[in-house]
């Protein structure tokens, strides 16, 4: 066990529909990140919060948004879904200082779009 | 052009040996580190094993090791004593450089490890 919460593990959902992905950082850590897993682009780096601001920014497309909470946990934010967003989508967490800054990933939310 | 190579997309072992998963990488950066993960069937992504490119040692982790060399910019797992349970998919990752709190991972194409019994 990571460490990392991810809410819900399972998320089937229509085009055009809007989800919320929620995830719990491991205790102490500043940092969260978001990453797709997709059969065709395969693991892609979306966004980064650290202490509640945004630090860093992937491919991540406008349909989509994160933000970081007070008490550091976090919501991605997917609207107008489309089929091509059918993924598996993973939150890390890290401290967020220092050349090693592990990642540590959650059990990642696995989003069907039909 | 592809910053992290895995060559090999699927390999077969036989339990008990050990096995080496190859990664290339790309960086003009001088400071970098490479991860390695491993995904099993169940899908969560679990930390290996971490290298920094100012590391003067390869990294070693029990049964894990990584084959790290610089100049050829690569950065091999080794597995010893290979196991049923290291069935998987295996990521080399790389992060370049790092600003403090802004940081990425560069993930490879990943690597299927098939342990025979």
């Known amino acids: 066990d990571s460490g990392v919460t991810q809410t819900p593990k399972h998320l089937i959902t229509a085009t055009g529909q809007r989800v919320t992905l929620r995830c719990s950082p491991r205790s102490g850590d500043l940092s969260v990140y978001w990453y797709q897993q997709s059969l065709d682009q395969g693991l892609q780096f979306l966004i980064q919060?650290?202490?509640?601001?945004?630090?860093a920014k992937g491919n991540i497309l406008e349909r989509f948004s994160a933000q970081q909470f007070p008490d550091l946990h976090s919501e991605l934010n997917l609207s107008s879904l489309e089929l091509g967003d059918s993924a598996l989508y993973f939150c890390?967490?890290?401290?967020?200082?220092?050349?090693?800054?592990?990642?540590?990933f959650g059990a990642g939310t696995r989003l069907s779009v039909l | 052009a592809q910053k992290i190579t895995q060559t090999q997309p699927g390999m077969f072992v036989q339990e008990k040996e050990a096995v080496t998963l190859d990664c290339t990488y790309d960086t003009s950066d001088p400071s970098y580190g490479l991860f390695w993960y491993k995904q099993p069937s169940s899908g969560e992504m679990i930390f290996l094993i971490y290298?920094?490119?100012?590391?003067?040692q390869n990294a070693t982790e029990g049964r894990y090791s990584l084959n790290f060399q610089k100049a050829r910019k690569s950065a091999n797992l080794v597995i010893s004593a290979s196991q049923l349970g290291d069935s998987a998919m295996y990521f080399c990752a790389m992060r370049e450089g790092w600003v403090q709190g802004a940081q990425k991972l560069v993930f490879g194409q990943g690597t299927r490890l098939t342990i025979n019994p």
């Open positions: 919060y650290y202490n509640g601001e945004e630090r």
């Open positions: 890390a967490s890290s401290v967020g200082r220092g050349a090693k800054n592990i990642q540590y």
């Open positions: 290298q920094g490119s100012y590391d003067q």
